[in-house]
């Protein structure tokens, strides 16, 4: 039996460069899976339906709560955004480690239904760069980076619920801080109980002298 994926949940920002790490994380190393969410938001200029998310009308995703169809789902600045289960269960007994992309609340709710989720965040070195990344990046008009704004300050209170905090300062440098964590998360000794247990019968029956 292959060994379960370990599940991580990516936090950040609006503006952190979160994205580009989770494309660049999972292009470069073939274990990781990186769930696709569902959201009623419009699509922005050049994502493309089931690459960045699927996107739903308010009544088809209200249906996939109604249906258990998510692990996780929350509101974000006036829409919804939702983890679909099947996928995710399907990597992870298939031994990838799956990534979700979400924010806190969804984050929190992960971790409240499965414990050994592991948590990270990600942050631009200051709440200046934060700001000048979000004007730079021009998806957005004013009135909506303000939001994101405040709701970055709303999402800093939770940061200490997280496992490890990621300082996006070199992009290339983050990516290998977050696939050594995961590697090293691998490594738990809580996580290899099968190992622990299968070591300490084969030695329960050495020292017996079988
Ligand atoms: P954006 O609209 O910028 O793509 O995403 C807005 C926020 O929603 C980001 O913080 C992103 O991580 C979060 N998000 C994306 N998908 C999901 C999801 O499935 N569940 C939750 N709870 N948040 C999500």
């Not at 699509?43 to 699927?54: Q, T």
């Not at 009135?143 to 997280?162: D, F, K, M, T, W």
């Given at each position: 039996?292959k060994?379960?994926?370990?599940?991580?949940v990516v936090s950040?920002?609006?503006?952190?460069?979160?994205?580009t790490?989770?494309?660049e994380l999972t292009?470069r190393y073939?274990?990781?899976?990186?769930?696709?969410?569902?959201?009623?938001?419009?699509p922005?200029?050049?994502e493309?339906?089931?690459?960045?998310?699927?996107?739903?009308?308010?009544e088809?995703?209200?249906?996939?709560?109604?249906?258990?169809?998510?692990?996780?789902?929350?509101?974000?600045?006036n829409?919804?955004?939702?983890?679909?289960?099947?996928?995710?269960?399907?990597?992870?007994?298939?031994?990838?480690?799956?990534?979700?992309e979400?924010?806190?609340?969804g984050?929190l709710?992960?971790?409240?239904k499965?414990?050994?989720?592991?948590?990270?965040?990600v942050?631009?070195p200051?709440?200046e760069?934060?700001?000048?990344?979000l004007v730079g990046r021009?998806?957005?008009?004013m009135?909506v980076?303000e939001a994101?704004?405040?709701?970055?300050?709303?999402?800093?209170?939770g940061?200490?619920a997280?496992?490890?905090?990621?300082?996006?300062?070199?992009?290339?440098?983050c990516?290998n801080?977050?696939h050594?964590?995961?590697r090293n998360e691998?490594?738990r000794?809580?996580?290899?109980?099968?190992?622990?247990n299968?070591?300490?019968?084969?030695?329960r029956s050495?020292s017996?002298?079988?």
């Amino acid at each position: 039996m292959k060994e379960r994926g370990i599940l991580t949940v990516v936090s950040g920002f609006a503006g952190s460069g979160k994205g580009t790490l989770m494309r660049e994380l999972t292009s470069r190393y073939d274990n990781y899976a990186l769930s696709v969410s569902a959201t009623t938001r419009d699509p922005r200029p050049g994502e493309k339906e089931g690459r960045e998310y699927f996107f739903k009308s308010t009544e088809e995703f209200k249906e996939m709560i109604e249906t258990d169809a998510f692990i996780e789902y929350a509101q974000y600045v006036n829409h919804y955004y939702g983890t679909p289960r099947e996928y995710v269960e399907a990597q992870l007994m298939d031994g990838k480690d799956v990534i979700l992309e979400i924010e806190i609340q969804g984050a929190l709710q992960v971790k409240k239904k499965f414990p050994e989720t592991l948590l990270l965040f990600v942050t631009p070195p200051s709440a200046e760069i934060l700001k000048k990344r979000l004007v730079g990046r021009g998806t957005e008009t004013m009135p909506v980076i303000e939001a994101r704004l405040s709701r970055a300050a709303e999402e800093a209170e939770g940061i200490g619920a997280y496992d490890y905090l990621i300082i996006n300062d070199q992009i290339e440098e983050c990516v290998n801080m977050m696939h050594h964590i995961i590697r090293n998360e691998h490594m738990r000794a809580s996580r290899n109980i099968d190992f622990i247990n299968k070591m300490k019968e084969g030695l329960r029956s050495l020292s017996k002298g079988e």
